[in-house]
């Protein structure tokens, strides 16, 4: 039960709400409006900020991509790269070894 409170989504979700329910009041009072009035307010501005003219298919499609792309680039097999120095062993300087 405790991971479910630290899961993003219900952290997100929980954050809106207590965001909503310290805003409405605020928003009421500002506006002499009524609760659901500035309930209303909070709803129509929500919708006009989130309400874009793009296609659908371009976000499934934009997802697809980058999806694709991180599938490929975790696909690639990372080679650690050493310095020269850790494979240092002898040296023969002036004759000396």
Known sequence: MRNFFKHPIVAGTTTAFITLAITTPIVAYTRSLSFLKSLQAIWNWLVSILTFDIPIWYVLLAIVIILTIRRIVRSIPVSE??????NYTNDVIEGVT
Do not use: V
């Open 81 to 86: 790269i050493k310095p020269a120095f850790l």
